[in-house]
């Protein structure tokens, strides 16, 4: 994962195909979240359409998320590390717990980022 602005990050394949059809698909199908909308910041539909939207924008090219999309799959991420734990991860995204783990620091570091800058400018 790559900050690329105040707004965008790049990811690599190995992030954006955790992310997309692994997470997407266990918080819309592997199991219930509780008040979905609330806690993953968009509606089930509104997740699988910017799933769907990347993972046809990844074939052609290097995948950049905006903001919003950070929230959601940090959000989604959470979720399913929670939900699943560290064997069940592995099994079912077929990607490493602590990969997960990993991203989701990254995506926590870059929306904090934001919060921060937004404090230090009011600050003054």
């Known amino acids: 994962m790559r900050f690329t602005s105040r707004d965008l990050v790049e990811l690599n394949s190995e992030e954006s195909d955790l992310l997309f059809p692994n997470v997407a698909n266990e918080v819309l199908h592997g199991f219930r979240v509780r008040e979905f909308e609330r806690t993953i910041g968009a509606s089930p539909k509104q997740v699988e359409t ?59 570091q870059f929306l904090d980022e934001d919060t921060r800058g937004a404090n230090a400018n009011h600050a003054h």
């Open 50 to 108: 910017i799933a769907d939207d990347l993972l046809t924008a990844r074939k052609n090219a290097l995948v950049v998320i905006d903001r919003h999309q950070v929230l959601v799959f940090r959000n989604a991420l959470a979720v399913v590390l929670e939900e699943l734990g560290v064997e069940e991860f592995q099994t079912r995204t077929g990607y490493d717990f602590d990969l997960g783990r990993g991203l989701l620091n990254q995506m926590n």
